[in-house]
């Protein structure tokens, strides 16, 4: 780990091997394929059209493989495909005449269809405008910091690398886009976070440290505000109007078909040699005008109002797979047979006035067989239906009354669990959420975790389990904030209790993060030597107090996919010159779809609840701080109360030793170090544990 330059605290840099070899980087590209497309699809010219910019993204992508080993870079595999796929999307635009012709007649091609992806909303199309004002460089730099989620000093590393003359200015000018700031069950980019730097003094955090806090506020699908910067608009790059991996389908002579003729089932052949899936959308109306004409491909019994499972209204007590599988339906209008079969023929195939939207890798298809019904009901101005599929929810929402658009919200629910599928999104209004609670749920109560010693209030359900409106965590924060005023003054949170029914009664915490399941939250106490301490739930006051300074950290996550965040308090440090004792907390989300994303952040003494650590470090994609890699270790450059510069550094459980060098030399036994250090010192931590594994700071290779 270096420590950073003046007035900021430490990040590491992720170290990797000499080499990559050819198979390694054919696995990154096969795992890592949407997300290039998307780095390609955003930095290519927007002049070349959406069905030719779209084509030129795979290629680009496909291009990217190298034919021998290649020098490793920062992020191993796919670090060097993502050098290589923005050099070659930076240079598209100067390629001769004769690479152009070549490029037209090369995999993937597509004959007699035109391609481009799934319209977004005004918000999208504002984004999209936007990048296509900018210069290349300037979209690639925005791609980086937002679908990639890079700090500003790695962002620019990477644009070096592909041959940006001035990386400075396109950071620059990708910051100064502005977008409208929104929030809700929409998709959202897999979490891959950044560099990010704070300042330490004895009096608490400084108000600029942490992570970009902008974005997120409100209201479901509404833009509430403008924003600006990456971080702002990372939801919104994440949503199908930039994702060239799902692409819908249209005839290139559709003018000279005869116009009182459907359009067929059309079959789309295209050759491309990796993961793209394509959600095909039919064009036309029906009678429901919600749904496009035709089902292509479906199963007539999949879309049978008749053939939905419906579980037993006591099933839950009597199985011992407590998930939504095990949920009835429930709800006003579970017997209109008519709204359940517009529901399933729009998810099927819907038309122009459905807004459809899915957490990361979360497929848009159609139901395969009869799906599981959980709800169909009317909850404020809408009506709403919710299936279950054994792998997914989609939730169909439509207008109770008059007109408007739809709604089709797809996301993960395997693996689930009672805590993790205790509830589900009814509908959002006005800043507000309702939830379906699972039938285990036998009390529902809301808490403020920027309050931690604040008693619990009651939240009311109807009879079918359904909550009062429950405030959206961020809602109260001014338009225009940042940093942890960006959080708003109050982060409402459910406290559910399960049922005796179902073995042990238990109270469990869920926040909702902008997607149809609120994120399970928990907490790990600091460990004893030799001893791991699994996760608890995060209801006792050790775990409350520990959650107000982490809980501001969370709307980074929003609209994610996350299933479940863990606070881990590693280690407590007594600080030196007696200033107190200060928490280190590694905080680990995990998605639905499996990669997890972990923190380290530094709490000071003088912290006021609801304050927010200082980052310290951080990792992507990466089993840090889970159960499969249970050891830690971070630092950060810390102002005594009496203004001497300290450097901070802190391990789990079985560190044995930590060295620092670089600027300043030190060497501790145990679990902390502490020794003076200039200002802006950038030193070096090397740890080892008990048995004499090496250690890195969370954030290096």
Known sequence: MKTQAPSETSAPSRGSSATVSVAQAEAALVEHYPRLVRLAYVTLPADLGKHHRAMAAHRLVQSS???????????????????????????????????????????????????????????????????????????????????????????????????????????????????????????????VPGVVTGLVTGAGVDAGAGLGLGAGRGAAGRAQAEAAGPVAGRRLLASGEFDACTLQLRPTDLLRRRRRGRIAGVAAAVAAAGALLFAVAGSGSSNEHYAASGTPGADPRALDPAALVRVPANGWKSTARLDFSAWPARGDRTKDTALLGRALSVWANPGASVDVSSTPGTPRTGPTQPPQLLFAGDEDAAT???????????????????????????????????????????????????????????????????????????????????TDPVPMPGVSAAADATGSAACGTTWPVMELRSSAAIGTQQSFLLTDLGDLAPVHLTYSPPSAVGGAVAPREATGSQALASWAHSACRLVELRGQGVKAVDDWEFADTALPEGAGEASWTCDRADTWRGPGIALVQFVPPAAKAAEPGTLAGQQADGNACSRYDQHVMAGVMWKSPADRWYLLAAGSRDTASITATNGVQATSEGQFLSAPAPRGTRATLDGRLADGTPLSPLGDG
Do not use: C
């Open 65 to 191: 493989l190298p034919t021998s080993p290649v020098p490793s870079r920062q992020g191993g595999a796919f670090g060097v495909l993502r050098v290589r796929v923005l050099r070659a999307a930076l240079e598209f635009a100067d390629r001769g005449r004769l690479r152009a012709a070549l490029d037209g007649v090369r995999s993937p091609r597509v004959t007699g269809l035109r391609t481009h992806p799934q319209a977004g909303g005004e918000a999208e199309a504002a984004l999209y405008r936007a990048l296509s004002s900018l210069p290349a460089p300037a979209r690639a730099a925005y791609a980086l910091m937002s679908a990639e989620a890079l700090g500003e000093p790695d962002a620019r590393g990477v644009l070096d690398a592909a041959g940006v003359a001035d990386p400075r200015e396109a950071v620059r000018a990708a910051a100064g886009v502005r977008v409208p700031a929104q929030a809700g069950t929409g998709t959202a980019a897999g979490a």
């Open 384 to 466: 709403v239906v919710i299936f279950y599929d054994g792998l997914r929810v989609v939730r169909y929402a439509q207008p109770k009354s008059g007109s408007g658009r739809a709604a089709l919200d797809f996301a993960q629910a395997q693996d689930a669990d009672p805590t993790t599928s205790a509830a589900l999104l009814v509908d959002r209004v006005d800043g507000n959420a309702r939830f379906l609670t699972a039938p285990w749920v036998a009390g529902a109560r809301t808490r403020d975790l920027f309050e931690p010693g604040q008693a619990t209030a009651d939240l009311h359900r109807s009879s079918d389990g359904v």
